[in-house]
């Protein structure tokens, strides 16, 4: 005999618990390119989506204090919330992307300044010139020019360009007079008053 009995049990499975964020700092201390978009959050029972749904810039630290609140929420729509408070850095000096080269130069022919370039990751750049002269022999110094590129949270860079400043240029009298003259011999004028003026320093 093949006598049988047959039971059937139907399971409804709920989600009803929430996301759970991973572990995380309440209190943050992150360079500011390396904030993270989200904190990730798991689900006893599938994936959870995490969202940013406040974020305020605060004063307090070098770029301020970023506070945010983050909402995780499964496929089943149960949701959670995280809070977290990213104190923001910057120890990141500016780079310099672009400097005058080293040139010589006449000592007439000594260029203005150039315009350096120079990024930082997190904020704007001051750049400010400070021009020293370094003296080689009696016809040559060295002008060196340095930039110095600071953000906004003291972090700062230097940049160098040194001009060659020489002399070649010989001087030019001034008042000479002619090469052939005629004159009476008890007429003889005397020694013209010759000077000279040179592009780099004075002539006697």
Same mark, same amino acid.
């Given at each position: 005999?093949?006598?049988?009995?047959?039971?059937?049990?139907?399971?409804?499975?709920?989600?009803?618990?929430?996301?759970?964020?991973?572990?995380?700092?309440?209190?943050?201390?992150?360079?500011?390119?390396?904030?993270?978009?989200?904190?990730?959050?798991?689900?006893?029972? #599938?994936?959870?989506?995490?969202?940013?749904?406040?974020?305020?810039? /605060?004063? #307090? #630290?070098?770029?301020?204090?970023?506070?945010?609140?983050?909402?995780? @929420?499964?496929?089943?729509? /149960?949701?959670?919330?995280?809070?977290?408070?990213?104190?923001?850095?910057?120890?990141?000096?500016?780079?310099?992307?672009?400097?005058?080269?080293?040139?010589?130069?006449?000592?007439?022919?000594?260029?203005?300044? #150039?315009?350096?370039?120079?990024?930082?990751?997190?904020?704007?750049?001051?750049?400010?010139?400070?021009?020293?002269?370094?003296?080689? /022999?009696?016809?040559?110094?060295?002008?060196?020019?340095?930039?110095?590129?600071?953000?906004?949270?003291?972090?700062?860079?230097?940049?160098?360009?040194?001009?060659?400043?020489?002399?070649?240029?010989?001087?030019?009298?001034?008042?000479?007079?002619?090469?052939?003259?005629?004159?009476?011999?008890?007429?003889?004028?005397?020694?013209?008053?010759?000077?000279?003026?040179?592009?780099?320093?004075? @002539?006697?």
């Amino acid at each position: 005999q093949n006598n049988s009995s047959t039971y059937t049990q139907t399971i409804h499975v709920q989600d009803t618990t929430a996301p759970t964020f991973d572990a995380y700092e309440f209190y943050a201390h992150i360079e500011c390119d390396q904030i993270p978009a989200i904190i990730p959050a798991s689900d006893n029972c #599938g994936q959870a989506t995490v969202v940013v749904i406040e974020e305020t810039l /605060n004063s #307090g #630290g070098c770029l301020g204090v970023l506070y945010r609140v983050y909402r995780a @929420t499964d496929e089943c729509g /149960n949701t959670s919330e995280a809070q977290q408070f990213i104190s923001i850095m910057d120890t990141t000096a500016p780079e310099f992307t672009f400097v005058p080269e080293a040139i010589t130069v006449e000592c007439s022919e000594i260029p203005a300044p #150039g315009t350096p370039v120079a990024t930082d990751v997190c904020s704007n750049v001051t750049i400010t010139l400070e021009e020293t002269i370094v003296p080689v /022999n009696d016809c040559i110094y060295e002008l060196v020019r340095t930039w110095t590129a600071t953000d906004v949270c003291g972090n700062a860079s230097e940049a160098i360009q040194v001009i060659t400043v020489e002399d070649t240029t010989a001087p030019t009298l001034v008042g000479v007079p002619a090469n052939v003259m005629q004159a009476v011999c008890d007429n003889i004028p005397g020694v013209a008053n010759v000077t000279a003026t040179d592009l780099c320093d004075e @002539t006697p």
